[in-house]
């Protein structure tokens, strides 16, 4: 018998996001990804200077600046023909580096975790035998019995006072939770360390973009931060001594905790290997160059399509053929909605249908979405650190290779295990510990840069618009944490004439496209048990192992842009 299930909001995400499912036999058997907000962004960029694009595509999202102002900056770049200095390239690399690395631990700890540990749980917990498990996992100093005690009074305490917060709704006791309590208040503790740790790291973009979020010294053409030795403002020794010191940090905790604790509690979950599979196809643009050639091949991640899980083949990626599809979405294209557009041709009119209360379930048949639906040569795909750590074990990346093959050793599985719930949790861990090794080295490049007096940091040649085309068109992409991230930019008279964005969770999140072809969250769900129908964490679990990011805020204004009213997701 048939019985639906809606979750709205799903918590412990970036932006608004229903899920419905279908429920026949205990298993999902369809599913519905809606995006709840609307924002309109890229209408407003429209007639600007393309050159403060980036300024206006950091508040896309509260939480991925950064990755905007990569995105909409390099796709300026690539429609005048910009090419940036070594040093830009570098520093841009240890921006977006201590990014992923920092985004994902606080994914696993913060937003992904709880899916697994359950924090009642460790108040039952030995703090001695926490210690000895901790120490048989990790060299981690942090693991005697007093502070597990310590840990676990403060915990209680927190229950105490019956006000817990953002945790108040979560489903403690479970019956699919299976860690046992020693487990769970191992993790509950670097729960609360990785709090502390994430604040220290992120000071590299204070140092190298002024601040953040949003940070200020991207620029078209290069960065805006010097390097000077000599100068106390630019990047100096000492500053590159304490960024060094921050980056060793971020290591340590990848791979003392972070590793450890993600293989100690997926031991007990294998059997998500058999679930949230999706789509099965993958994207990725590559990016974090290795010159200033902007030639794909010198991407240390590398670019790619694989379809149908199909390891053995890994395709080339052409941005030419990607489209959006509105058939199930909130918008309505000027040439009808049965037809994808791609970006450079990409439309953003809002035509709200959905349904007015009193209302119980979205009419999935008609639009139910404000995120439209990406396809590659009308395929549906997956992206995000899955998509990228797959493509570049099948393109045989050596330290990619190393590092999947130690973390499926350890859980012995084998790589089919990649494609699943388990895995795009898996391949998150894979790729901060590889990005932790990789700043490293980035660092490193900068320092003998500016050994050889190596100083450049902007290419000013084509900043004049007067020496623009009076037509330029151009593709940004980045690898963002959440996965490939576009944005396209048409230029007329020096002005932004059109400006589209397809983001992550775009791709991730989108609804049905013209075709009936389901998104990957909606793909991913279907097939998975449910233990307990009123307490859906099956579903939180498998959508946030794409780690889901969508927005942070509604601003409604009036036709003098004035606004209205501010609602905020808290």
Same mark, same amino acid.
């Given at each position: 018998?048939?019985?639906?299930?809606?979750?709205?909001?799903?918590?412990?995400?970036?932006?608004?996001?229903?899920?419905?499912?279908?429920?026949?036999?205990?298993? !999902?058997?369809?599913?519905?990804?809606?995006?709840?907000?609307?924002?309109?962004?890229?209408?407003?960029?429209?007639?600007?200077?393309?050159?403060?694009?980036?300024?206006?595509?950091?508040?896309? #999202?509260?939480?991925?600046?950064?990755?905007?102002?990569?995105?909409?900056?390099? #796709?300026?770049?690539?429609?005048?023909?910009?090419?940036?200095?070594?040093?830009?390239?570098?520093?841009?690399?240890?921006?977006?580096?201590?990014?992923?690395?920092?985004?994902?631990?606080?994914?696993?700890?913060?937003?992904?975790?709880?899916?697994?540990?359950?924090?009642?749980?460790?108040?039952?917990?030995?703090?001695?035998?926490?210690?000895?498990?901790?120490?048989?996992?990790?060299?981690?100093?942090?693991?005697?019995?007093?502070?597990?005690?310590?840990?676990?009074?403060?915990?209680?305490?927190?229950?105490?006072?019956?006000?817990?917060?953002?945790?108040?709704?979560?489903?403690?006791?479970?019956?699919?939770?299976?860690?046992?309590?020693?487990?769970?208040?191992?993790?509950?503790?670097?729960?609360?360390?990785?709090?502390?740790?994430?604040?220290?790291?992120?000071?590299?973009?204070?140092?190298?973009?002024? @601040?953040?979020?949003?940070?200020?010294?991207?620029?078209?053409?290069?960065?805006?931060?010097?390097?000077?030795?000599?100068?106390?403002?630019? !990047?100096?020794?000492?500053?590159?001594?304490?960024?060094?010191?921050?980056?060793?940090?971020?290591?340590?905790?990848?791979?003392?905790? /972070?590793?450890?604790?993600?293989?100690?509690?997926?031991?007990?979950?294998?059997?998500?290997?058999?679930?949230?599979?999706?789509?099965?196809?993958?994207?990725?643009?590559?990016?974090?160059?290795?010159?200033?050639?902007?030639?794909?091949?010198?991407?240390?991640?590398?670019?790619?399509?694989?379809?149908?899980?199909?390891?053995?083949?890994?395709?080339?990626?052409?941005?030419?053929?990607?489209?959006?599809?509105?058939?199930?979405?909130?918008?309505?294209?000027?040439?009808?909605?049965?037809?994808?557009?791609?970006?450079?041709?990409?439309?953003?009119?809002?035509? /709200?249908?959905?349904?007015?209360?009193?209302?119980?379930?979205?009419?999935?048949?008609?639009?139910?979405?404000?995120? @439209?639906?990406?396809?590659?040569?009308?395929?549906?795909?997956?992206?995000?650190?899955?998509?990228?750590?797959?493509?570049?074990?099948?393109?045989?990346?050596?330290?990619?290779?190393?590092?999947?093959?130690?973390?499926?050793?350890?859980?012995?599985?084998?790589?089919?295990?990649?494609?699943?719930?388990?895995?795009?949790?898996?391949?998150?861990?894979?790729?901060?510990?590889?990005?932790?090794?990789?700043?490293?080295?980035?660092?490193?490049?900068?320092?003998?840069?500016?050994?050889?007096?190596?100083?450049?940091?902007?290419?000013?040649?084509?900043?004049?618009?007067?020496?623009?085309?009076?037509?330029?068109?151009?593709?940004?992409?980045?690898?963002?944490?959440?996965?490939?991230?576009?944005?396209?930019?048409?230029?007329?008279?020096?002005?932004?004439?059109?400006?589209?964005?397809?983001?992550?969770?775009?791709?991730?999140?989108?609804?049905?496209?013209?075709?009936?072809?389901?998104?990957? /969250?909606?793909?991913?769900?279907?097939?998975?048990?449910?233990?307990?129908?009123?307490?859906?964490?099956?579903?939180?679990?498998? !959508?946030?192992?794409?780690?889901? #990011?969508?927005? #942070?805020?509604?601003?409604?204004?009036?036709?003098?842009?004035?606004?209205?009213?501010?609602?905020?997701?808290?």
């Amino acid at each position: 018998m048939a019985n639906k299930i809606v979750v709205d909001p799903v918590t412990r995400i970036e932006g608004h996001l229903r899920i419905e499912v279908q429920l026949e036999d205990g298993k !999902i058997s369809n599913a519905w990804s809606s995006s709840t907000a609307f924002r309109g962004i890229e209408t407003i960029l429209k007639g600007r200077d393309p050159r403060d694009a980036h300024h206006f595509t950091q508040r896309f #999202c509260g939480v991925c600046t950064t990755v905007h102002s990569m995105a909409s900056i390099r #796709c300026v770049e690539d429609a005048l023909k910009i090419q940036i200095p070594d040093n830009a390239r570098l520093i841009r690399n240890l921006i977006m580096g201590i990014q992923n690395v920092q985004d994902h631990v606080i994914h696993f700890y913060h937003l992904h975790a709880l899916d697994w540990v359950d924090i009642v749980s460790a108040l039952s917990a030995d703090p001695a035998a926490t210690s000895k498990l901790a120490n048989s996992v990790s060299e981690w100093p942090n693991s005697g019995a007093v502070y597990f005690k310590a840990i676990q009074d403060r915990i209680k305490a927190f229950v105490g006072t019956g006000k817990l917060g953002p945790f108040a709704n979560a489903y403690w006791g479970h019956s699919a939770y299976r860690l046992p309590p020693e487990a769970n208040l191992m993790a509950v503790a670097h729960y609360l360390e990785a709090l502390e740790w994430q604040k220290d790291v992120i000071k590299i973009h204070a140092i190298l973009g002024s @601040k953040n979020p949003h940070p200020q010294t991207f620029l078209v053409g290069g960065m805006a931060i010097p390097v000077d030795p000599d100068s106390q403002n630019g !990047i100096n020794a000492d500053k590159v001594a304490l960024i060094g010191k921050l980056l060793k940090k971020a290591r340590r905790f990848v791979e003392q905790v /972070y590793i450890p604790d993600l293989l100690a509690i997926a031991s007990f979950y294998k059997d998500w290997a058999g679930y949230g599979g999706g789509v099965g196809n993958f994207l990725t643009y590559g990016d974090f160059p290795s010159d200033n050639s902007n030639n794909p091949d010198s991407f240390w991640m590398p670019r790619g399509v694989i379809l149908n899980k199909d390891i053995s083949t890994v395709l080339p990626m052409d941005q030419e053929k990607i489209t959006e599809s509105v058939t199930h979405s909130w918008y309505t294209y000027s040439g009808g909605d049965d037809k994808g557009l791609h970006p450079y041709d990409g439309e953003t009119n809002a035509k /709200y249908t959905g349904p007015k209360p009193p209302y119980q379930f979205l009419d999935t048949d008609a639009k139910y979405s404000w995120v @439209k639906a990406p396809r590659y040569e009308d395929q549906p795909m997956e992206v995000g650190p899955l998509a990228r750590m797959v493509i570049a074990y099948a393109k045989g990346h050596p330290e990619v290779k190393q590092v999947v093959e130690f973390v499926l050793g350890k859980l012995g599985v084998g790589p089919e295990a990649l494609f699943s719930t388990l895995g795009r949790t898996a391949a998150r861990g894979i790729e901060t510990l590889l990005f932790s090794r990789k700043n490293e080295e980035w660092l490193a490049q900068l320092v003998d840069n500016m050994g050889r007096g190596i100083l450049e940091v902007h290419n000013g040649e084509k900043w004049d618009p007067s020496t623009w085309p009076k037509e330029a068109r151009g593709f940004g992409f980045h690898e963002a944490p959440r996965g490939a991230l576009g944005h396209w930019v048409r230029i007329e008279n020096g002005v932004i004439a059109n400006f589209q964005a397809v983001v992550p969770s775009t791709w991730n999140a989108g609804p049905r496209d013209a075709k009936g072809q389901i998104g990957p /969250y909606e793909a991913a769900l279907i097939g998975t048990p449910m233990a307990n129908p009123e307490q859906p964490l099956e579903i939180l679990r498998t !959508i946030h192992s794409f780690d889901p #990011c969508l927005a #942070c805020a509604v601003h409604v204004l009036d036709g003098k842009g004035r606004e209205i009213v501010r609602v905020k997701a808290l």
